[in-house]
């Protein structure tokens, strides 16, 4: 029985190298936050030799983070050939991150992945083996953190192994801590510091103060601070557990000799590194340069940053994979945000046996220190709200938390919590990996023989002419559109098209060609449109084997401004970035698909209007608390130089308004350049705003007059209220954050004069 403490330990521990694993293997290169940076540094010290600098105008490396980490990741990676310039700039994805905060596999990429990803185009070789190299070193630095949290448990339960087990499990786990033991990233050695310092506090509280234990954590603490600079925050760990030590004795020449031995040896190992930083950038710390860099704030007023922050913060702590850009579904984050508060509850209920109240004091103030420097970071800086910068108190959270649920079960219970917590976690870790994290970077899976069989809609299209092979043959398009389907075919503005297209490859080509799909009016307009790289961003041209077939679906979401009803038809192509479209064998560079018609949406809040609104657009943008656009109408949609737009608006008072605004109403081309305008107050001063009553309905009409030289093209129009020389109402959404001080309405087309 003694030994099955240690082999469900050592089950634990290979469950988490295994998943560890799993995540580095779903996850492309340099998808992780900021790898590509942290890996630069590792390579820099390799080629050159010497540390990076921050600088402006140059890529960048994670130039700001000391240096021990990176060092690791050079000594253990600096025999693998690579081809690549240490400063080399993958192939972006520029359509990465569209909507980001859903969960789906739709251009959650940030780079294209193609010929250096392993597994794909042969073995691990060159800079794929190399950054693979770095991240497995980090799995077996995770590995350390898990070993440690085990450690910290059993030293503060000798005798309650289960309650070790629990808490482990919760950091082995986690589906974040696993993502990100498989990246490179500082973040898990900084967790490995925390946890060792952690460690070694708990025994001198236990044990007492010693030389020993002062040099142990005087090296550990320098090795913390040269791994990363919030670990500086360490310090008052350490503090706090001399002043629990001491304080039964009120031996303070004991306090006094292990603070002066951390600090000394710290500053011996460490010590350096800020030398180094005064003489570059004029401040010990460099932060003065990082927040020159990185767009930084003054704390003072930004208090708003850490209350915006802090669902971000929770979510990410969890597991916000990619930039953040591949979240798990809501309810995970809610169900755990009750999970802790409930166990966290558990400290209220009276139990015989309570750990020490020095032990608890260790553990809390831990997570609390960390959470108040994540804060500071979070006011000062935008990417503040990152939970990986609480992976050095996460050991002792995760112990407190497991405390805290065993209060409510029975001493003879605590085991069959463990399994349950432990099973949950590996529950959710591997739907994590398996249901978000994979999907969301994997290829489409290629079209079988039947499947193609199958295709509705059959359209059998060549897109894109290449030339002939110097040996002779026929010329080929780059692709075929094999068929589409398009679903639903009648909707409302604020819905959602879905647009199926199966491809065939055709070619190898090494140009990575863009999908185009529009919903244009009858009149041309552009009511919504997507553009993408094929397979959602995960299936590059360049990465087509001749003959494969596959299917995406496009989402493309009809603006809430849509003007409607309207007829619109879908359109769709390929074409090479800031280049031209493919064509067919009968010189289209588009194909147009099925008809798409878009209702307005019910609105008892119009039909009061002449005609029973009929014609009008139905909206509803709040612009500051103060009114909402409630609706919209165009006598056309198309126009020639020199002509007239009428443009109705219909207001609806939200609240009692002191200050009579000003509408404005322009038609935008490029870079926001305004074409006609109509600045005016409501119904050209008929109805100031000063006047209206909560609720009551205004009707105010613009006339826009089109430049005599404005070029063809498709164009915006742009609505806002303001006050001349003041800021404009901002627009706000439902829960309450500002999106934009305007709104977009449909596009209008101008059509040559000739």
Not at 111 to 126: C, T
Not at 143 to 153: E, F, H, P
Not at 661 to 683: I, K, R
Request: hydrophobic share 45%.
């Amino acid at each position: 029985m003694k030994r099955f403490p240690c082999l469900a330990f050592a089950t634990l521990l290979v469950a988490y190298l295994t998943l560890a694993m799993g995540y580095s293997l779903a996850d492309p290169l340099y998808e992780s936050t900021d790898e590509l940076r942290h890996f630069r540094y590792v390579r820099h010290l390799i080629v050159y030799r010497s540390l990076p600098v921050q600088q402006p105008d140059a890529p960048r490396a994670q130039s700001h983070h000391p240096p021990l980490y990176y060092t690791l990741g050079a000594l253990a990676s600096w025999w693998v050939p690579v081809a690549q310039e240490v400063y080399y700039e993958p192939t972006e994805n520029p359509f990465w991150a569209y909507r980001y905060w859903e969960v789906s596999d739709d251009n959650k990429n940030q780079y294209l992945h193609g010929g250096d990803e392993p597994f794909q185009e042969g073995p691990f070789h060159g800079i794929a083996l190399a950054v693979y190299v770095v991240r497995w070193m980090t799995v077996l630095i995770g590995a350390g953190v898990v070993w440690l949290t085990y450690r910290i448990g059993r030293e503060i339960f000798p005798d309650r192994p289960a309650l070790a087990l629990g808490g482990t499990a919760l950091v082995a786990f986690n589906p974040q801590f696993l993502y990100l033991s498989g990246a490179v990233n500082n973040d898990i050695p900084a967790a490995l510091c925390g946890a060792a310092v952690l460690w070694v506090c708990v025994r001198l509280v236990r044990d007492g103060p010693g030389v020993r234990t002062d040099v142990t954590l005087g090296v550990l603490f320098g090795a913390g601070i040269l791994t990363k600079f919030n670990l500086l925050a360490l310090l008052v760990l350490i503090e706090l557990a001399y002043l629990v030590a001491v304080w039964p004795a009120r031996n303070w020449r004991a306090f006094l000799r292990g603070i002066l031995i951390v600090a000394g040896l710290a500053a011996l190992i460490s010590g350096w590194w800020f030398w180094r930083n005064q003489v570059l950038y004029g401040d010990p710390t460099g932060l003065s340069k990082i927040n020159e860099l990185w767009e930084g704030r003054s704390a003072t007023g930004s208090w708003w940053a850490i209350c915006q922050g802090l669902p971000y913060l929770w979510s990410s702590l969890w597991g916000r994979f990619g930039y953040g850009q591949v979240p798990m579904p809501q309810p995970v984050y809610q169900g755990l945000l009750i999970f802790c508060a409930l166990v966290l509850a558990g400290y209220l209920l009276p139990r015989r046996d309570p750990p020490p109240l020095s032990i608890l004091l260790l553990l809390g103030a831990t997570p609390l220190t960390f959470t108040a420097v994540v804060f500071y970071y979070m006011l000062v800086q935008p990417a503040g709200a990152m939970g990986r910068f609480l992976f050095p108190s996460l050991p002792a959270f995760a112990i407190l938390l497991f405390l805290g649920l065993s209060r409510f079960f029975p001493r003879r219970l605590t085991w069959a919590a463990s399994l349950v917590v432990t099973v949950g976690m590996a529950t959710l870790a591997v739907y994590a990996l398996v249901g978000i994290l994979a999907p969301a970077f994997a290829r489409p899976p290629l079209l079988t023989k039947s499947e193609v069989e199958a295709v509705p809609n059959l359209t059998h299209v060549e897109l894109g002419i290449v030339a002939p092979p110097p040996w002779g043959g026929d010329k080929r398009g780059v692709a075929r559109l094999l068929g589409y389907q398009v679903t639903p075919t009648v909707v409302e503005p604020g819905d959602t098209v879905e647009i199926t297209l199966y491809w065939q490859a055709l070619a190898r080509t090494d140009q990575n060609y863009a999908v185009f799909v529009h919903l244009l009016s009858e009149v041309g307009t552009m009511v919504a449109q997507r553009d993408t790289y094929p397979g959602l961003g995960r299936y590059p041209t360049t990465a087509w084997e001749p003959s494969a077939a596959f299917a995406d679906t496009y989402r493309v979401h009809i603006p809430e401004t849509a003007y409607a009803p309207d007829v619109g038809y879908v359109q769709v192509g390929l074409y090479l970035p800031d280049g031209p479209r493919l064509i067919t064998p009968d010189g289209r560079d588009a194909l147009r698909l099925a008809t798409v018609e878009i209702w307005p949406r019910p609105t008892p809040l119009l039909s009061s209007l002449e005609g029973g609104g009929r014609g009008v657009s139905p909206l509803d943008v709040n612009f500051g608390d103060q009114a909402a656009l409630v609706g919209y109408k165009l006598d056309r949609r198309g126009v020639r130089p020199g002509e007239m737009i009428r443009l109705t608006l219909y207001w609806r008072a939200l609240a009692p308004m002191e200050t009579d605004y000003s509408v404005f109403a322009h038609v935008l081309g490029v870079e926001d350049q305004v074409w006609a305008n109509s600045d005016s107050q409501p119904a050209s001063g008929a109805a100031p705003t000063s006047r209206w009553q909560p609720g009551q309905l205004v009707e105010d009409t613009h006339e826009l007059k089109v430049g005599l030289t404005t070029p063809p093209d498709f164009y915006d129009i742009e609505i806002g209220l303001y006050v001349p020389g003041r800021d404009r109402l901002p627009v706000v959404a439902e829960d309450g954050h500002w999106l934009d001080s305007r709104v977009l309405l449909s596009k209008i087309r101008v059509v040559s004069d000739e």
